[in-house]
């Protein structure tokens, strides 16, 4: 009838918060095989920030690549076998990085609990046990992945969630001190995904006065980071960056993401696009669906000089541009949300195809 | 360092809502003595909105008055020996009312599992044991009650909350159309209730970036209510009031209420004021301290032909105004968020006691 949406256990934010990481988790480190596996960025491997995370001598740290590719089936599956098979079950896995490794650190959690491969999972309430304890900490904000109930994995078939209310972390960490060393083309496009998906909820037929409130506040706060007098990197902008995707993820409690999202899957499924630029690729052209969205974007873009392709269709082939329409054609729910219940009557392959064709 | 806050566990928010209700405990039927506690406001004893209330053979339904004064200690030690004697530990205690039902359900989950009286446990993490399962279904809106991690208690000696993350909600149902019924006086002065704690968290010293969006889009919210040109009572507006209160009451996570709710505290503590309207008892004569809050605030009063009392304390003698200055100065975490870490240096008794003397 009603989504009846399982937040976050506890949340801290606040500039400096990460140093409390070591109190939270010590009275979870009775649990299990009493260690804790941490799954970080590997953009800090050999960077002096390592040596500020509370390792225990028992602890495991994993530097996972998460430049080339988003997080995929096969790369959770040997993640949970290698933990499983050198240590045991542990306390509990935390994830520091952005939205890729927030994504891998929920899917881990439920993969050493549920057996066989993540592909028997992707889909809506397919896990059969909780995971073990998770906590999340980000070190760029927009992807909203610190909220939600679903760890996006690309497998050999689709690229689609495991979600259900066991996915959602039990902590959250949010220390805006942590995204300030993100690259500006970076902190732009991920925040760029809060502004798309707040824009996609609101114009979409699931939004309701609770996505509203959450999405407008949330637009409200990528304005003044990316637009307004003051936007731009500073040390205030981050500490609203990081609400903003907070916000933006709790819209999506209720709404969903539509059009651009679909495409954007695509892109990554077939072409490898990171999830944030290829949403960034394909928005820019999608003005007659989102007129006000896609307006406000380009003057952003105008704002911080970004260079976003274009003509890109001209170099992929026919059956490039069908294997990613038959992906973002696999994500009923972003076309009901966009297009409303009859979807069908105005979403085929061929409508697909042709708004890749834009890019 | 910063407040590690924790959330209501689940929420649902949307008209019908309550039809859910069944569904959403069927599961917790299992625990304890497998059976439920639901506690209603009085106001509905006798009305057709009982008979929509699942109860099963085993449950147990309890009328509370909450008309007369704030939820009291003697009441919770009552209620929660009345329940463990008659049936022993249900499987939990569902809350159907505005605040002061929300705050008695509360306290009461936590009394059934920690001995003694709760007049023991006023105060921050004093409870020692997690209470069992409860659930909030708010039929007024305004004081945030739903997802506050504190149950404001009047005992003998004080007014204050037991306030722990074990008071949280597990589960909360927003159903906007529950909140239609509510009286025009209750459902200004609740709504007021948010307003006036936004103003507060606003224009205080603990004031953040998370705060501040979460209060700026519950003042935004409340202006569409009480204040702009689709102002009044409807259906949209109960929607927008319902998360209005709910986004209000977040802005607390880590704002503070200040002056007024000090003085609010004394009234209701000892002139048995409710909560709602102690507050716009006394926030009308604070317009020194806040300003624009109470110049809107007034413009509110106006457009909704409120009449808010005066010269109240022409009748006070100097023993009550003293009484109530001295449940006020008890308060310090609420001068500290009005005035800075030195409040001492602007508030002590001879300061409450002229306050008071404006009312």
Redesign the interface.
């Known amino acids: ?14 500039r ?2 990460f ?2 990481l070591d109190e ?1 988790i010590a009275p979870i480190r009775k649990e299990n095989n009493k260690y804790f596996v941490f799954v970080v960025d590997n953009y800090f491997k050999g960077k002096d920030f390592v040596s500020r995370i509370p390792l225990k001598p028992e602890d495991v740290i994993l530097f996972e690549d998460v430049d080339t590719h988003e997080p995929t089936t096969e790369q959770i599956d040997n993640l949970r076998d290698k933990i499983l098979s050198e240590k045991g079950l542990p306390s509990g896995v935390i994830g520091i990085g952005g939205g890729s490794i927030m994504d891998i650190a929920k899917a881990v959690s439920l993969m050493l609990t549920n057996e066989g491969s993540s592909t028997l999972y992707q889909g809506l309430n397919l896990i059969k046990k909780p995971g073990v304890y998770h906590l999340g900490i980000p070190t760029i904000s927009g992807t909203g992945a610190e909220c939600s109930s679903t760890a996006v994995l690309t497998g050999p078939i689709k690229k689609l969630g495991l979600k259900c ?1 066991w996915t959602v972390f039990n ?1 959250v960490i ?1 220390d ?1 001190e942590l995204i300030a060393s993100v690259s500006d083309e970076w902190w732009f496009n991920t925040g760029m995904d809060t502004y798309i998906h707040c824009i996609e909820s609101e114009n979409g037929t699931l939004n ?3 996505s509203h ?2 999405a ?2 949330a637009l ?2 990528c304005r003044d980071v990316f637009l307004n007098e003051r936007s731009g990197r500073s040390a ?1 902008n981050d ?2 960056l ?3 995707s907070l ?1 933006g993820g709790l819209s999506l ?2 709404s969903e993401v539509g059009v651009c999202h679909a495409l954007s899957y695509g892109l990554s499924k077939i072409l490898d696009y990171r999830h944030c630029y290829a949403n960034c690729v394909a928005f820019q052209h999608l003005d007659d669906i989102y007129t006000k969205g896609v307006k406000e974007f380009k003057q952003m873009i105008e704002k911080h000089k970004i260079q976003l392709p274009k003509n890109l269709s001209e170099d992929w082939s026919d059956e490039t541009i069908t294997k990613m329409a038959e992906v973002a054609y696999k994500l009923p729910h972003m076309c009901h949300q966009a297009f409303g219940e009859n979807w069908k009557n105005t979403v085929n392959l061929e409508y697909i195809k042709a708004l890749y064709k834009r890019l």
Chains 1, 2 share one sequence.
């Open positions: 009838m009603h989504k009846n949406f399982k937040n976050i256990d506890k949340v801290v934010f606040g400096g918060s140093a409390m939270i209310e902590q949010l805006p309701n006065t609770f409130a959450y407008e506040q409200s706060l205030e500490d609203k990081m609400v903003a916000m409690s209720y």
